[in-house]
């Protein structure tokens, strides 16, 4: 699972070096930082609601309507002489579309969700950069070892990125980030599972790195996993996270 506390977190050197320089230029706002850095919003990791948790709750509720719905529709079945049966069919089939509708809520309005979640932080990317899109993923340990898949995750951010400044601004549920071009010596492919994305390492002070992950779930990789006769299919696979990073970044690392 995601860590409980910051001191168990893989960010929180990275955390810690952020704050001493933020002291030392005796900042408030890190956004005033010219440097990179990774600051925490919370005392704790995962606090309150979290994408993850949003996720759960969609997945509950989307089960239940389509048991209620299977369930209206025998009881439609069992009824059929009786002329309220059309009804209990038509809700039927409401429910169990309902409940398949909030299986796809999570992953379809995922932007969405972690603007709601981040609210004012959000609102300062968009005035930041009224003209550019902002990207959603989900930001966890590089290490893929070390990569546990739990209900909240690591992270989940929010992605500004300024070509013209070379960096990315990233707000995140649980902390906040700048990664600057200058102080990044990698981008490369990342993928576990049925997520794809881009591995960072961006240097913090003189002896700290952060080494991270920005991932989203790909569905055509999970259905090539399940049907592996659908191989010839992974040209198709695209990673707009890594085309987006390196651009910003100024990168060009094989694949």
């Not at 409940?99 to 603007?115: A, E, K, T, W, Y």
């Not at 707000?171 to 881009?198: C, K």
Request: charged share 20%; net charge negative; glycine share 6%.
């Amino acid at each position: 699972m995601a860590a409980k506390t910051w001191e168990q977190d893989f960010r929180f050197p990275a955390i810690q070096a952020s704050i001493r320089r933020l002291r030392a230029e005796q900042l408030q706002d890190p956004l005033l930082c010219e440097a990179s850095w990774c600051v925490p919003v919370s005392q704790k990791p995962a606090v309150g609601w979290t994408p993850g948790r949003i996720t759960l709750l969609c997945l509950i509720f989307g089960f239940a309507l389509l048991g209620g719905g299977a369930w209206l529709a025998s009881l439609a079945e069992k009824q059929q002489a009786a002329p309220h049966s059309s009804w209990l069919l038509a809700a039927g089939v409401c429910s169990s579309l309902s409940g398949m509708l909030l299986f796809f809520i999570p992953s379809q309005l995922d932007r969405q969700i972690v603007r709601c979640l981040i609210g004012q932080r959000a609102d300062h990317l968009c005035v930041t950069s009224p003209s550019q899109k902002l990207l959603c993923s989900e930001l966890s340990h590089a290490d893929r070892a070390n990569v546990k898949i739990s209900i909240d995750g690591d992270d989940h951010v929010l992605i500004l990125a300024d070509p013209d400044k070379g960096e990315l601004l990233m707000e995140g549920t649980a902390a906040r980030y700048r990664i600057r071009s200058q102080d990044v010596s990698l981008v490369a492919p990342f993928q576990i599972m049925n997520y794809v994305g881009v591995e960072i390492t961006c240097r913090i002070d003189d002896e700290t790195t952060l080494n991270f992950a920005l991932a989203r779930v790909s569905m055509l990789t999970e259905l090539i996993a399940q049907l592996p006769l659908l191989f010839f299919l992974r040209s198709w696979v695209k990673n707009p996270l890594l085309d987006v990073c390196r651009q910003t970044l100024q990168t060009g690392e094989a694949e």
